[in-house]
């Protein structure tokens, strides 16, 4: 008699509490479940209801896309849809990304997806993308490969082994958290990248008395030194909103600030100077 291999839901929610480090007791205590029940869910022996994956999904924090991932696996249909950023039911988040970025301006700000790509900026955006080759922007930007090319922004990063060495760990976290292989090759390739010669020694351990790791840049306005904010929609009940993220940079001193409003009234001689 052939047995049947456990479903697969139950292999995907154990490798997700197995990446969260929680013990099944752990899971089975914040989920309101016995620890007999989310053992049967693992090993096939029970099929958890839609409710079960969803709440089980929520305590371990994984993205909307796999959630919907989970529940086909269960044999439900996804809970969440995924609509395209351009489409009507996106107009008002469509506007408030713009809002946001046209309100950060004479600083730089960029929309990034769930792999860093950049799918909108401001024009203060412009400092940091003017400054690489087009063969980097033709297709659309990546965040990670602006940073770490060494046809990007090392060549005119005054800090980059310590912006590499940050850049990388955030990336690797997020690839670890998500185990998404899209993440994960662009670990990859990143990660392979030769740094340009005289770029530094390596970057050591991080300093403890610094307010964040700062980005400084060699412009043609002067040396610039920024540091960023990462924000995202909150409540996001859409897979794409879930996955956008807008960067926002600041300066990290005034002389920053001045060169960045120099930046601005030079590429729109006719716009607001900002904050």
């Not at 089975?28 to 029970?46: I, N």
């Not at 999904?57 to 249909?77: F, I, K, Q, T, W």
């Not at 351009?86 to 700000?109: F, I, K, T, V």
């Not at 610094?210 to 400084?216: D, E, F, H, I, K």
Request: hydrophobic residues 40%.
């Amino acid at each position: 008699m052939k047995t049947e291999d456990p479903p697969r839901v139950g292999l995907l929610l154990r490798d997700w509490r197995q990446r969260r480090k929680f013990s099944q007791l752990d899971l089975a205590l914040r989920a309101e479940t016995s620890t007999r029940h989310l053992s049967c869910v693992e090993t096939g022996r029970a099929r958890p209801s839609r409710e079960m994956v969803l709440r089980l999904a929520e305590h371990l924090d994984v993205p909307l896309r796999d959630r919907n991932s989970l529940l086909l696996a269960a044999g439900y249909a996804p809970a969440y849809q995924e609509s395209p950023l351009g489409s009507d039911r996106m107009a008002m988040a469509r506007q408030a990304l713009r809002s946001m970025l046209a309100g950060h301006e004479p600083y730089p700000a960029a929309v990034v997806d769930r792999v860093w790509n950049i799918v909108d900026s401001n024009r203060s955006m412009s400092l940091l993308l003017d400054s690489v080759p087009p063969t980097l922007t033709a297709e659309g930007a990546n965040v990670m490969r602006l940073i770490l090319h060494p046809d990007g922004l090392p060549q005119h990063c005054l800090n980059f082994a310590e912006v590499r060495a940050h850049a990388l760990g955030r990336l690797l976290h997020q690839a670890n958290g998500t185990g998404r292989p899209e993440l994960r090759a662009l670990y990859d390739e990143v990660s392979a990248y030769p740094p340009p010669p005289d770029t530094g020694a390596p970057a050591g351990p991080v300093d403890a008395t610094g307010m964040v790791v700062p980005l400084r840049l060699r412009t043609p306005f002067g040396d610039m030194a920024l540091f960023s904010m990462i924000a995202t929609f909150g409540a996001p009940a859409d897979v794409t909103l879930s996955e956008l993220a807008v960067e926002t940079f600041f300066p990290m001193d005034e002389e920053t600030a001045r060169l960045l409003r120099l930046h601005a009234a030079a590429a729109d001689p006719q716009g607001p100077q900002g904050p």
